[in-house]
């Protein structure tokens, strides 16, 4: 089975990491990619430039056994939709001959609004989803996801697709936004990512100045 973790990653801190270790070990994943959003369509566009997050996020992971950064919404042109993703990971499974099942890892921030994703129904035929705990937001089992909801990791693995499971992982309250508001106030961002992501932030001079004065 390969996950996938999607986001902006901007920067990656370890309210990602964290929990993507703690599913990739719960799950037996194979690997898991992390795949940063080029030109996310569903928000506001990021503050550092796609490269700096790309590099940030090899910098987080590099040392990580059966993580890898999968650059793959950096060569496509428009809005970096998650469908084109699958669709383009599945095509490359495909290709190798491989029917293993497609994993991916949303918060329960994100995944509140998966509805309102392009072509939601056609990423459920290509993925299933875990969804990850996270501070300050509950796991709801609405309607619509009846007769998705998996009890049982194996139920996950003799599928390939399709399957909706919560996941309790160890509650980290840092977000991209928080860390990027105490850099721009002159704070550090030790602790909350890896040392390295805080180097390279530093080198950089990422997030010292908010995007309006980075435009004048
Ligand atoms: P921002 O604060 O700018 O919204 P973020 O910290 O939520 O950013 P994203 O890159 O948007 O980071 O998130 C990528 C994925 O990681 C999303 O599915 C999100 O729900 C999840 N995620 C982010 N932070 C945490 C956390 N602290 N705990 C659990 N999941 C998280």
Request: net charge neutral.
């Amino acid at each position: 089975m390969i996950g996938v973790i999607g986001g902006t990653f901007d920067p990656i801190h370890f309210g990602h990491l964290r929990p993507a270790l703690e599913i990739a070990e719960q799950f037996q994943l194979d690997q898991l990619r992390f795949i940063p959003s080029a030109k996310p369509p569903h928000r506001w566009q990021p503050v550092a430039d796609a490269e700096h997050r790309l590099n940030m996020v090899k910098l987080a992971i590099a040392d990580t056994h059966g993580f890898i950064v999968d650059d793959r919404e950096y060569h496509r042109e428009g809005s970096s939709y998650t469908v084109d993703t699958l669709r383009s990971l599945r095509a490359d499974l495909n290709a190798d001959k491989s029917s293993e099942s497609i994993l991916m890892i949303l918060g329960q921030d994100a995944f509140q609004s998966f509805r309102e994703w392009h072509e939601w129904q056609n990423i459920l035929t290509l993925a299933h989803i875990v969804v990850s705990s996270r501070p300050g937001y509950q796991f709801n089992n609405e309607s619509w996801m009846k007769g998705r909801v998996r009890k049982q990791i194996s139920d996950l693995h003799r599928e390939q697709a399709g399957g909706i499971y919560f996941c309790e992982v160890t509650q980290l309250d840092i977000s991209a936004t928080t860390i990027r508001k105490q850099i721009l106030a002159g704070k550090s961002s030790r602790y909350l990512l890896p040392q390295s992501v805080e180097a390279y932030i530093n080198k950089h001079q990422l997030y010292k100045a908010n995007k309006a004065d980075k435009a004048n």
